[in-house]
């Protein structure tokens, strides 16, 4: 089986060294589920709850083990997505449905590691790399 290496710590450690409730979605769960975008595949995991009042996550926010959505913090690739305003709206994501490479969800607290954002939990999308292929001419 292959390992599994989380970020839900400033410095990435292997899974079965986290004392902390993390759930990892793969690639291979990503493609096998019935869904279509970021929050129908958010909604299929136990203590997450997805209020929607636009289409594709225009208005939508995100909140982890009954907190709201001010307490629950998205990362794409371990960067902060939080609207200076007013932080609503947090599922309203630069990254499209087909760039997931996996999803590390942190239930509970993480605001230690990451800020007040992050009181009830922590999303990070990480997103498929892309080899970039640099041609010279002679």
Do not use: C, W
Request: net charge negative.
């Amino acid at each position: 089986m292959d390992s599994i290496v989380v970020t839900a710590n400033r410095v990435p450690v292997s899974f079965s060294e986290t004392g902390r409730t993390i759930d990892v979605i793969t690639q291979r769960e990503i493609e096998q589920l019935p869904v279509t975008n970021i929050q129908d595949l958010l909604e299929q995991v136990s203590g997450i709850d997805i209020k929607q009042r636009g289409p594709e996550g225009v208005q939508a926010d995100v909140s982890i083990r009954g907190g709201n959505f001010e307490q629950s913090l998205i990362l794409i690739d371990g960067i902060k997505l939080v609207d200076p305003q007013t932080g609503h709206h947090n599922m309203n994501l630069p990254v499209s449905f087909s760039q997931l490479e996996r999803v590390e969800i942190l239930k509970g607290q993480g605001s230690r590691i990451y800020g007040s954002n992050a009181f009830s939990g922590v999303i990070n999308l990480i997103t498929k790399k892309v080899a970039l292929i640099i041609f010279r001419q002679n």
